[in-house]
């Protein structure tokens, strides 16, 4: 289980092309801050779970 304020490195790149995330809120949508633009997005936690990378 994602922890908040936790990084995450995902497989796909963000417009920005940033690759951490920031864990805002987690659970079945998980809140995620693009730490290069700040950027707020929701991910479902299973499509969540096959991007992550590594933390
Ligand atoms: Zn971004």
Redesign the pocket.
Known sequence: MHQVGQILRLRKK?????QTWEVLKPGVDTRLK??????VILVARDKLMRQVKGV
């Open positions: 963000h417009a920005c092309g940033g693009c730490t290069t633009c700040g950027r």
